[in-house]
């Protein structure tokens, strides 16, 4: 088991930034791929940003790439969502998941590859 807990959430105007962060626990975090999505009421879930387990490769959503950065310390376990540009539609809830992974080197966009979510933390961003 994996325990994912995100944080850093909140209300900003936009073109502000917030930075995300998500605490793990439980198993060796550098052993897994990690992941962001978000989803708003009556939308289906959306990728946002992954990140192989060293960090060493990442890879974005077209609509937050450029204004979004993901990141990882696996020394401190944690995985971090910069967010800056910060726009309207940007506003959600964001979770962060967790892939078991073999290849050191391999990061996800599909939803269903991943075993392990946060409870999510909102993003609220006003115009």
């Known amino acids: 088991q994996v325990q994912l807990v995100e944080s850093g959430g909140g209300l900003v105007q936009a073109g502000g930034s917030l930075r995300l962060s998500c605490a793990a626990s439980g198993r060796t975090f550098s052993r897994y791929a990690m992941g962001w999505f978000r989803q708003t009421p009556g939308r289906e879930r959306e990728f946002v940003a992954a990140?192989?387990?060293?960090?060493?490769?990442?890879y974005y959503a077209d609509s937050v790439k450029g204004r979004f950065t993901i990141s990882r310390d696996n020394a401190e376990n944690t995985l971090y969502l910069r967010m800056n540009s910060l726009k309207p539609e940007d506003t959600a809830g964001y979770s962060c998941?967790?892939?078991?992974?073999?290849?050191?080197?391999?990061?996800?966009?599909?939803?269903?590859?991943?075993?392990?979510w946060g409870q999510g933390t909102q993003v609220t961003v006003s115009s």
């Open positions: 990140i192989d387990r060293s960090g060493g490769s990442t």
């Open positions: 998941a967790a892939a078991y992974s073999v290849n050191p080197r391999i990061f996800f966009s599909d939803y269903k590859k991943y075993e392990y």
